[in-house]
């Protein structure tokens, strides 16, 4: 782990905008806490709105006391979550646990009110990052007793704890560990519970688990020339959509890529093991001719986009991403038939799948899913891939995609979907030149 140098109160006040603004927490609900060496712990306080909280209003409970610091009670002015007895019993049960995110999101709640924890197996990113996931049976809201029971599961050796008729407790090394942890879980609930309404949900065998692991790729690397100005400006529109990606859930902080192409067989990609919403324009990788430039880790997916941009000149950007209703299908048998309205048959065309684990293989096959009629895929169990003509033509087909799916699947509870007849697709390929 890199060497801390965010003030623990800025690092809850920045995560917990994060969950607010995503959606995954109420105003009055959730609190975060990050425990320090010294034995220290800042908690989010008791009673305040969560949408204006600011960095005076987090309190640092010292040591084995209850209270507050004397010299901090003085600018904080409130008591510590009324959830803090917990915090304090998973970290005493766990001493690698150094952060902790409690929340009441609405898919894992919708699993802790039916005595429900999600199955991870959906994804080989879920299953990594959100660890061995448990169960804690009902307690009064800050009592003691909810305290051990929640500490039981961790000192099983639980990451991601559903609570039951309650919320969720995930802990991690570090505040942005558990925020990863808590945000793929919330993820593969979301995603379960769309595809439920699709049909049967397939889970991940033990060696496809492993093939996504086992995915290996070395590039040689190079000290590229001075950048041009078409490749600054690449780099600040790969960033830009990323993060807008990220706010309006399109893609997950720990999961997906994006590129664009620079020329032939050079293209600037997004960097592996970071966080996709605050990546910046020099963190992106470029890649030239195979060789990746110096001092950066590509995205596990390199080869896959270098095998699409070598086989189909005209695509010029490229995402592998995460939204929840278009993957909803990516984890069932259902097919995602974009003959709805004239723009998604437009934008999409003939959405395709691709075989769990192709691409995780660097033999190039992915790219043969793709051609100007299937400008967009599913990835079975992983998510989707849409190219484009540039990166926003790539962002908009992501969002095209996510709003035909969640169409598609709303479209259930209302009836029969009746998608549009071959003579109305025939004119439609006509007046808008698609070949
Ligand atoms: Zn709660």
Redesign the pocket.
């Known amino acids: 782990m890199s060497r801390p140098l965010t003030h623990p109160r800025d690092e809850i006040m920045q995560t917990m905008e994060r969950i607010y603004r995503s959606r995954m927490t109420t105003t009055s609900?959730?609190n975060l806490s990050i425990r320090e060496p010294s034995g220290d712990i800042w908690i989010t306080p008791a009673r305040v709105d969560k949408g204006s909280l600011t960095r005076q209003d987090i309190v640092c409970v010292h040591g084995d006391s209850n209270a507050a610091r004397a010299n901090d009670r003085a600018s904080a002015p409130h008591p510590p979550s009324s959830?803090f007895p917990f915090h304090k019993a998973i970290y005493a049960a766990r001493p690698d646990v150094q952060a902790i995110v409690?929340a009441?999101p609405v898919a894992l709640v919708a699993f802790s009110i039916c005595g429900q924890t999600p199955q991870t197996r959906l994804f080989h990113q879920a299953h990594s990052v959100c660890g061995k996931t448990g169960f804690a049976p009902y307690a009064l809201?800050g009592s003691e007793q909810l305290g051990s029971r929640i500490a039981d599961a961790f000192r099983a050796g639980c990451d991601s704890v559903i609570l039951e008729n309650?919320?969720v407790v995930v802990g991690g090394e570090s505040l942005s560990h558990a925020f990863q942890r808590f945000e793929a879980f919330e993820f593969a609930a979301k995603t379960i519970i769309a595809g439920r309404q699709l049909g049967e949900i397939h889970y991940l065998s033990e060696p496809q688990l492993a093939e996504a692991l086992g995915r290996q790729v070395s590039l040689k690397s190079m000290t590229p020339p001075r950048a041009t100005t078409e490749e600054m400006e690449l780099r600040r529109q790969l960033c830009l959509f990323i993060r807008r990606g990220c706010r309006q859930r399109l893609l997950i902080s720990t999961e997906g890529s994006f590129s664009a192409r620079l020329g032939d067989d050079t293209f600037v990609i997004t960097p592996t093991q970071r966080d996709r919403e605050l990546l910046t324009p020099e963190q992106l990788v470029l890649i030239d001719g195979g060789q990746r430039e110096k001092g950066k880790k590509a995205s596990r997916a390199v080869l896959a986009h270098r095998a699409i941009y070598q086989r189909h000149p005209h695509v010029q950007a490229i995402s592998f991403a995460h939204p929840v209703n278009a993957t909803a299908f990516s984890v069932t048998a259902s097919r995602l038939d974009a003959r709805t309205i004239p723009e998604s048959y437009v934008f999409l065309r003939d959405v395709g799948r691709i075989p769990y684990g192709v691409q995780y293989r660097n033999d190039g096959e992915i790219a043969e899913y793709l051609s100007a009629s299937a400008p967009a895929a599913l990835l079975e169990n992983d998510g989707v891939l849409v190219t484009g003509s540039s990166v926003l033509d790539a962002f908009d087909r992501l969002e095209v995609l996510e709003s035909t799916a969640e169409a598609l699947i709303n479209a259930r509870a209302l009836g029969t979907v009746s998608v549009m007849p071959a003579e109305v697709i025939r004119e439609l390929r006509e007046s808008f030149h698609l070949d």
């Open positions: 609900g959730g959830e409690h009441h809201p309650h919320g």
